[in-house]
């Protein structure tokens, strides 16, 4: 049973039928998906919540589909992990990290809005799907739709990194790489989705595909023992992860799943592509596009359709934003792989990057509790360390060899 009422205009709140709408046709506003929250709080409960399976539906009440889920049955509900040695690294009481980089099938955050659009787009009768990508979304929408047997079209910037053009064609999409910049790709597929009837994830079926991120914000909830931190660090490229990871916070407040909601939602952005923090840090309400120049491709979105959102959750929570150099990027990912095991892409690195930056700064209290995102797998960006981690020893087969070269 469906639990969707219609879409709704963020802007002049006009409503419109659940279809494959995107952009209100009076003010031009970004459309979003208005539920039922009433029978949503008869029917949902936590106790409901925690007897299901530990994939992302678990709160599909809640998720923007109108029968039972098709896609994404793995993806979802990845470790919320007890930071430790980065708590000692930093001198904090109480790390933890959202690890997305493990998620199923592509190790990224992708894979939940992704299994979002594509359940949607089936519903409303689509066979082909597409999408504009740096990257992770690339991935995400050929693994998913060749499980689902759907036609895929992936669209990205012709500079995007070798390992990410290979980590899409494994799949068997047609890949396009257009000559340009991500901004200059998506206009290119906001054209084409008037003239062919294909599913663009993040265009056409974008009211319903980002509404998946909320999942990031509702499992960081109900493993915390239905609490929420002081403080989530959040990477921000076109700006939806982070509105909605703050949407679904204040649903889980709003149904009763959590007493209260005092977490603050800082955005980080690298410095060579940062129009959503430079806009907190000039307390602006305008959003001025920017040419990318970063190693954190995966966020190198100049231009964030989001963007303004992303700037009232950040001052609505109370955060804050902050960007780092590629260079503090790197360090980033170093740390949190030698500390903690975990190899993430360039924007976990900028991440932690911010969220070091942050705590020096005094922006985030030593003492209070700190979720970073690490939203996607660093074998996805092998390139940006590539010539920064040093080399192997080599030595002959044998002992001699070995004692001479390894210093004991």
Request: aromatic content about 8%.
């Amino acid at each position: 049973m469906s639990y969707i009422k219609k879409l709704k205009c963020r802007e002049c709140g006009k409503t419109y039928p659940k279809e494959a709408l995107y952009v209100c046709e009076y003010c031009f506003g970004p459309l979003e998906v208005d539920y039922d929250y009433d029978r949503i709080k008869k029917d949902l409960t936590k106790d409901v919540i925690e007897k299901r399976a530990k994939n992302l539906w678990r709160y599909k009440e809640l998720l923007p589909i109108e029968r039972m889920p098709t896609d994404g049955l793995f993806s979802g509900f990845t470790p919320l992990i007890r930071a430790k040695n980065l708590e000692k690294y930093l001198g904090a009481e109480e790390i933890y990290l959202k690890d997305d980089s493990v998620n199923h099938p592509t190790l990224s955050f992708k894979d939940r809005v992704v299994a979002i659009a594509l359940s949607r787009a089936k519903e409303l009768n689509f066979d082909t799907v597409a999408c504009a990508s740096t990257g992770n979304l690339a991935h995400s929408v050929s693994a998913h739709a060749a499980i689902a047997g759907l036609k895929r079209y992936i669209f990205i910037p012709e500079s995007l990194e070798l390992s990410k053009i290979v980590a899409s064609l494994v799949y068997n999409p047609v890949l396009i790489a257009v000559e340009g910049n991500y901004d200059q790709v998506n206009r290119l597929c906001s054209e084409i989705v008037n003239k062919y009837k294909w599913a663009f994830v993040n265009i056409n079926i974008r009211p319903y595909y980002a509404e998946g991120s909320k999942t990031f914000g509702y499992e960081i909830a109900e493993q915390l023992g239905w609490q929420t931190p002081k403080h989530i660090i959040v990477p921000c490229a076109g700006g939806s992860l982070i509105t909605k990871i703050w949407k679904g916070l204040k649903e889980f407040k709003n149904l009763g799943f959590i007493n209260s909601l005092d977490t603050k939602i800082h955005a980080a952005q690298a410095i060579g592509c940062c129009p959503i923090v430079t806009a907190i840090k000039e307390k602006s309400d305008i959003i001025k596009p920017v040419k990318p120049d970063t190693i954190a491709k995966s966020l190198a979105i100049g231009n964030p359709a989001d963007g303004i959102y992303a700037v009232e959750t950040v001052k609505e929570s109370g955060g804050t934003g902050e960007y780092v150099s590629d260079e503090e990027i790197i360090e980033a990912i170093k740390i949190l792989a030698g500390e903690e095991g975990i190899f993430t892409e360039t924007a976990g690195g900028v991440t932690l990057g911010v969220t070091i930056k942050l705590i020096k700064q005094g922006n985030i209290p030593k003492s209070e509790s700190i979720v970073i995102c690490i939203t996607g797998n660093g074998l996805k960006t092998q390139e940006a360390v590539l010539d920064k981690i040093g080399i192997p020893i080599k030595i002959k087969p044998n002992i001699k060899s070995f004692e001479e070269n390894i210093k004991l």
